[in-house]
């Protein structure tokens, strides 16, 4: 895409569909004019910023196509940075369309996907990664996505970012100062505090890089496979996690045939459940052969998995088997042990004694068992560590520009240890500084640019 920054944009706003309210919004150096154009009523362009009239939007032949709001922001103090107009009309998709075109015919065009977001960045409004918050912002689905959004939004990973930033420029600074006193043999830059800034910003680095686990559980939500032989309770579990009735219960093995999917909203995560069929060796039926096959396709794609055992019947020596097995995959999992209420007292006693904690003694059909495995869900996925504060990685890119300044940082301290020459220890540094700056946008180029700001939507 080619952004002209130079002409005046117009785009709907609001998400398509019946409401009340819908919102055509303009941006550029023509904006007011483009409006008072078509508004009856005040003449917005003797207007104060930050303020709103009321007026009809008039049709090329005198018709009244709506009565709205006009929300009026003058440059800079406004989100793109330039003169904008916000005009709520009715939610009709038909007015707002009409409304558009009106603005189109008068000297706007129509704005490409993100680009009221790409000159709120130009303009110095936003970083490059405030930007990509927005789009977060817009695309959360639970309480921890949005925190983690308005968090970077507001600036709080690039003020971290800006903090290292500066701290390395004032020594690259003095050590490039060194290189034009070669012959004087000084030394401006105290190698001693700048190896103990390395380890700060090293530091730092980490504890973002290892925030990327949880950023990646709040932005994408989990993937929990439910898995177990035919008649262990998987549907029955799946309605009780929900607290309703998705699932047929029945005592027909091979009832469920299909994955069953469904989302529940723990603590502010989401959880993507996948009851599946039972899986059994053997079967004559095609269509349960299929189920199963999915279902096993399903456990290996999931982030935590489980898997659901009849406590009745299952042996502790297959439980331990099972046990062994899921260890081996690699994966998280829950060991759930079902129709626990039907096992006598003094052999379940015995059966928890030698369980560890990845095991649980359950009986789906009662709710109180409920909220002890939605916690374990909880705290496998995320770690317990969701109510940390400050900045959280939710973003693949960050994450893998966060990486080159881990070796960078790497590079300067090995430089330092080896008492590498000042032009080299200045290399190592841009090397750092030129990846932090990819982050917010201090270092650009056009792909990069096409591609975050393609993703957004038109409007925003």
């Given at each position: 895409m080619i952004y002209n920054n130079d002409d005046t944009i117009a785009a709907i706003a609001t998400a398509p569909g019946v409401g009340a309210i819908g919102v055509v919004r303009l941006s550029g150096p023509g904006a007011i004019e483009v409006a008072q154009s078509i508004f009856l009523g005040k003449d917005l362009t003797m207007q104060p910023s930050h303020t709103l009239h009321f007026?009809?939007?008039?049709?090329?032949?005198?018709?009244?196509?709506?009565?709205?709001?006009?929300?009026?922001?003058?440059?800079?103090?406004?989100?793109t940075g330039e003169d904008t107009v916000e005009l709520s009309c009715h939610g009709s998709q038909y007015v707002l369309e009409q409304v558009l075109r009106l603005c189109l015919n008068h000297g706007a065009r129509m704005a490409q996907p993100g680009e009221f977001?790409?000159?709120?960045?130009?303009?110095?409004?936003?970083?490059?990664?405030?930007?990509?918050?927005?789009?977060?912002?817009?695309a959360s689905q639970s309480g921890a996505a949005h925190k983690a959004a308005i968090h970077n939004l507001r600036g709080g990973f690039s003020i971290e970012l800006k903090q290292m930033r500066e701290q390395?420029?004032?020594?690259?600074?003095?050590?490039?100062?060194?290189?034009?006193?070669?012959?004087?043999?000084?030394?401006?830059?105290?190698?001693?505090?700048?190896?103990?800034?390395?380890?700060?910003?090293?530091?730092?680095?980490?504890?973002l890089l290892d925030s990327f686990r949880l950023g990646n559980v709040?932005?994408?939500?989990?993937?929990?496979?439910?898995?177990?032989?035919?008649?262990?309770?998987?549907?029955?579990?799946?309605?009780?996690?929900?607290?309703?009735?998705?699932?047929?219960?029945?005592?027909?093995?091979?009832?469920?045939?299909?994955?069953?999917?469904?989302?529940?909203?723990?603590?502010?995560?989401?959880?993507?459940?996948?009851?599946?069929?039972?899986?059994r060796e053997h079967t004559i039926d095609n269509i349960e052969r299929q189920g199963i096959e999915r279902s096993r396709e399903a456990m290996t794609k999931a982030d935590v998995v489980i898997y659901l055992a009849d406590a009745v019947t299952t042996t502790s020596s297959e439980e331990q088997?099972?046990?062994?097995?899921?260890?081996?995959?690699?994966?998280?999992?829950?060991?759930?042990?079902?129709k626990a209420d039907l096992v006598e007292a003094q052999t379940l006693e015995m059966s928890k004694q030698v369980a560890d904690a990845k095991t649980l003694f359950i009986?789906?059909?009662?709710?109180?068992?409920?909220?002890?495995?939605?916690?374990?869900?909880?705290?496998?996925?995320?770690?317990?560590?969701?109510?940390?504060?400050?900045?959280?990685?939710?973003?693949?890119?960050h994450y893998h520009a966060l990486q080159e300044v881990q070796k960078s940082l790497k590079d300067i301290k090995t430089g330092l240890d080896s008492h590498l020459p000042g032009d080299l220890l200045a290399s190592d540094i841009h090397q750092c500084l030129y990846y932090l700056g990819e982050i917010t946008g201090k270092v650009t180029n056009e792909d990069m640019l096409d591609y975050i700001f393609s993703k957004f939507c038109i409007g925003k």
């Open positions: 007026g009809r939007i008039m049709g090329d032949e005198g018709s009244v196509v709506d009565e709205v709001v006009a929300a009026l922001y003058r440059n800079p103090k406004s989100y977001t790409f000159r709120a960045f130009m303009n110095g409004r936003i970083d490059l990664a405030q930007a990509e918050a927005v789009a977060d912002l817009i390395l420029i004032q020594f690259a600074a003095l050590i490039e100062l060194e290189l034009d006193f070669s012959q004087e043999d000084v030394e401006f830059a105290d190698r001693s505090q700048f190896y103990a800034l390395i380890n700060r910003i090293q530091k730092a680095t980490d504890q709040i932005k994408n939500g989990v993937k929990v496979a439910i898995i177990g032989k035919p008649n262990a309770g998987k549907s029955t579990l799946l309605n009780a996690l929900l607290n309703e009735d998705r699932a047929i219960v029945s005592e027909i093995a091979g009832t469920t045939r299909d994955t069953i999917e469904e989302v529940l909203n723990i603590n502010g995560v989401l959880f993507r459940l996948i009851d599946t069929a039972g899986i088997q099972k046990r062994s097995e899921l260890d081996a995959s690699g994966q998280p999992y829950i060991l759930v042990m079902n009986s789906a059909q009662n709710p109180e068992h409920i909220p002890k495995l939605k916690q374990m869900l909880f705290e496998l996925a995320t770690g317990g560590a969701l109510k940390q504060e400050g900045t959280i990685i939710t973003n693949t890119r």
